[in-house]
């Protein structure tokens, strides 16, 4: 059965689908982030008939990767509150759906995927014992999160395109948190995952150098579009968005990306209760 949505300064997410940058925003994300997440689900054991759920799914690159690895005996249902990016692909079922309101009727589920939903959602923790206890015996629930980690600056043409990246990212941070999200969450997972009964519980953190021009430095200049008038507000001028935008796609610039954590997690065949 459904819950009301919820209300108040987190029953929005922060970033939204229907946005014209949002196409170039899951791009970035699919190209930084699918190896780390395919990386993760290869090393599971799953089979054939394998019934997954993809929580979140974005474009979908996930879900259609599953489908193909896993072939045509699995089930794959791909779920986001905006399915209008969710490129359809063999075997992937598209459910337009808020996992506020619960998981999606389904289950028992052998896999359950998300990532960068969570630390968004208030009352994540209680999403996330929601989505254990969704979970088939055996099942495996996989979840990736940004943290906060500082996007420390390596390189830069000069001491002001450094000082302008960091307080715009800092901006963003603070615009995000206001949104209700949470980028300490990602380091919560492991330990609530233990805590939910889940076993053979591990973590994966990946962070790299982020070039001038690269994708990484791209995803930055299509944040700052898509949370321009947020950033505004915050106080960021529009010439510091100027320059923000050119220090990120300079050739001299480096810094480091988004650290990317990954934590799974099995259901034993018995929840203890």
């Avoid at 009727?105 to 969704?134: E, F, M, N």
Wanted: proline share 6%.
């Amino acid at each position: 059965m459904n819950c009301p949505a919820p209300t108040g300064p987190g029953d929005r997410y922060a970033f939204d689908n229907s946005s014209t940058h949002a196409a170039d925003q899951l791009a970035c994300l699919e190209q930084l982030l699918d190896p780390v997440t395919t990386g993760v689900l290869e090393q599971l054991t799953l089979s054939p008939y394998a019934r997954c759920l993809d929580v979140g799914a974005g474009g979908g690159s996930v879900s259609r990767w599953l489908a193909g690895h896993l072939g045509p005996g699995a089930r794959v249902l791909a779920t986001d509150v905006d399915t209008s990016r969710l490129a359809a692909g063999d075997g992937v079922e598209m459910r337009r759906h808020d996992i506020r309101h619960g998981p999606p009727p389904g289950g028992p589920w052998d896999l359950i995927h998300t990532r960068l939903v969570l630390l968004h959602l208030p009352g994540r923790r209680r999403l996330l014992d929601q989505l254990v206890a969704s979970l088939a015996p055996g099942g495996w629930l996989v979840v990736g999160e940004f943290s906060r980690r500082p996007l420390t600056v390596f390189t830069a043409a000069d001491d002001d395109d450094a000082a302008v990246f960091i307080r715009v990212i800092d901006t963003l941070i603070d615009v995000l948190t206001a949104h209700g999200a949470d980028l300490d969450w990602a380091h919560a997972v492991h330990p609530g995952m233990v805590d939910a009964g889940l076993i053979n519980v591990h973590t994966t953190e990946h962070a790299e150098s982020c070039h001038g021009g690269s994708v990484g430095a791209y995803l930055h200049h299509v944040n700052s579009l898509q949370k321009h008038d947020d950033l505004r507000a915050a106080g960021i001028t529009e010439a510091e968005l100027a320059r923000f935008r050119r220090v990120v796609a300079d050739p001299a610039f480096a810094a480091r990306s988004w650290q990317f954590v990954c934590t799974r997690g099995q259901r034993p065949a018995q929840l203890p209760t």
